[in-house]
């Protein structure tokens, strides 16, 4: 494919083991910056990003580990999905996370072996920088659509930087926390976080690409 954003589309997977290097900030805000090109109707441009790096972000690290393991969370801001979600969400859900158990070697009922996969979101992977993406308290449908442009173009443009990341709602149950720790007030909805860093190549983990549906599973022509 000679198509060079379509190629960076297509290289983009999430990566969940990054090398123990500083992210520079100058990159994070250039990445930023050009992803605030994403369309959003009428221009409303609806999102808030915080970034954390260094200390700040290993003080939350371990203030989170700690409320993970009391069972401790907050709760989610929004919605994520149907409810009841329908069957074929729920396999496809099923499907991505037994391949990716299956890829670490870790059986169906290795129940401990499963929640330590789950811990490594609050650890946010090892990434050195996490970004938080806020929209206003009661956002609706169409700002959330708006907010997933954004968070695309976040995506490519740190491939594009030779970086990866992985979008995470899982840290979301903790919105209270983060927004306690940041000094942020409860008029922002946390909608999900995003571990930056450079993808260790070498990671296992790091090969994993979920399989996609087939053109025909979700497009047709009109007739
Ligand atoms: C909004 C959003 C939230 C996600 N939350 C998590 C998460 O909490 N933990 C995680 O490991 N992956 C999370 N993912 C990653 C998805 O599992 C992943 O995008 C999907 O399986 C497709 O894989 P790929 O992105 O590697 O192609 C999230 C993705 C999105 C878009």
Same mark, same amino acid.
Request: with cysteine; glycine share 8%.
């Given at each position: 494919?000679?198509?060079?954003?379509? $190629?960076?589309?297509?290289?983009?997977? /999430?990566?969940?083991?990054?090398?123990?290097?500083?992210?520079?900030?100058?990159?994070?805000?250039?990445? #930023?910056?050009?992803?605030?090109?994403?369309?959003?109707?009428?221009?409303?441009?609806?999102?808030?990003? &915080?970034?954390?790096?260094?200390?700040?972000? $290993?003080?939350?690290?371990?203030? #989170?580990?700690?409320?993970?393991?009391?069972?401790?969370?907050?709760?989610?801001?929004?919605?994520?999905?149907?409810?009841?979600?329908?069957?074929?969400?729920?396999?496809?859900?099923?499907? /991505?996370?037994?391949? #990716?158990?299956?890829?670490?070697?870790?059986?169906?009922?290795? &129940?401990?072996?499963?929640?330590?996969?789950?811990?490594? $979101?609050?650890?946010?992977?090892?990434?050195?920088?996490?970004?938080?993406?806020?929209?206003?308290?009661?956002?609706?449908?169409?700002?959330?659509?708006?907010?997933?442009?954004?968070?695309?173009?976040?995506? #490519?443009?740190?491939?594009?930087?030779?970086?990866?990341? /992985?979008?995470?709602?899982?840290?979301?149950?903790?919105?209270?926390?983060?927004?306690?720790?940041?000094?942020?007030?409860?008029?922002?909805?946390? &909608?999900?976080?995003?571990?930056?860093?450079?993808?260790?190549?070498?990671?296992?983990?790091?090969?994993?690409?979920?399989?996609?549906?087939?053109?025909?599973?979700?497009?047709?022509?009109?007739?």
């Amino acid at each position: 494919m000679g198509n060079s954003i379509l $190629n960076t589309i297509k290289e983009r997977h /999430c990566k969940r083991a990054f090398l123990d290097r500083p992210v520079d900030r100058e990159v994070i805000e250039r990445v #930023l910056t050009v992803a605030s090109n994403a369309a959003s109707s009428k221009n409303t441009q609806p999102w808030q990003v &915080v970034a954390l790096d260094g200390n700040t972000l $290993n003080v939350l690290r371990d203030l #989170l580990l700690k409320k993970h393991d009391a069972g401790d969370f907050d709760g989610l801001d929004y919605t994520y999905t149907l409810d009841p979600e329908p069957d074929t969400f729920k396999a496809r859900a099923r499907d /991505c996370g037994y391949k #990716l158990f299956e890829l670490k070697g870790i059986g169906r009922d290795d &129940v401990a072996a499963r929640k330590a996969h789950g811990r490594l $979101n609050w650890e946010f992977f090892g990434a050195p920088v996490v970004l938080f993406f806020f929209l206003p308290a009661g956002a609706e449908r169409g700002n959330f659509l708006d907010m997933g442009q954004f968070l695309q173009n976040v995506m #490519l443009g740190l491939v594009s930087e030779g970086l990866g990341s /992985c979008p995470q709602v899982s840290v979301a149950a903790h919105g209270k926390t983060i927004r306690e720790h940041l000094g942020l007030s409860d008029e922002l909805w946390l &909608v999900c976080g995003l571990s930056v860093g450079v993808p260790d190549t070498q990671a296992l983990i790091n090969t994993y690409v979920p399989t996609r549906l087939p053109l025909d599973h979700y497009f047709k022509w009109a007739k």
